[in-house]
Every structure is written in structure tokens, then in C-alpha cells.
């Protein structure tokens, strides 16, 4: 079970560098329709972030 722990500890993680990525893109956009999509994509990762922490939390709490 820590094993699938690990790999949700690395996806919230990737979630996470995927967020900074985009927000980098998003500050270097010249045009305001670029910037609108890359706040999409940083509100999905933000999404999927949450979603893998819950499942974290969840299966942390029922090894305790």
C-alpha cells in the first residue's frame, strides 16, 4: 500500500509542476486568449491535484 502512496505522492507532485509550467507560459503570452487557456489548464491541474490528494488522504487515513 505505500508503494500506491509513493505514486499518488508523485502525481500530486507532477500536478503541482504542471501548474508552475503553465503559470510560467502564461506570464510570457503575448496575446489575451493564449493567457485564458493556460488559465484553464492551470485550474484543471488544480482540479486533478485535489482529486489526488483526497485519494491520498483517504488511503493514508485506512493504514493508520
Known amino acids: 500500500m505505500s508503494e500506491l502512496l509513493e505514486s499518488l505522492a508523485e502525481a500530486i ?7 508552475k509550467k503553465y503559470k510560467q507560459m502564461q506570464q510570457q503570452a503575448e496575446d489575451e486568449k493564449t493567457r485564458q487557456l493556460y488559465e484553464q489548464l492551470i485550474e484543471d491541474e488544480k482540479a486533478h491535484e485535489k482529486i489526488l490528494r483526497s485519494r491520498y488522504e483517504a488511503l493514508k487515513e485506512n493504514l493508520d
Open 13 to 19: 507532485a507532477d500536478e503541482q509542476e504542471a501548474q
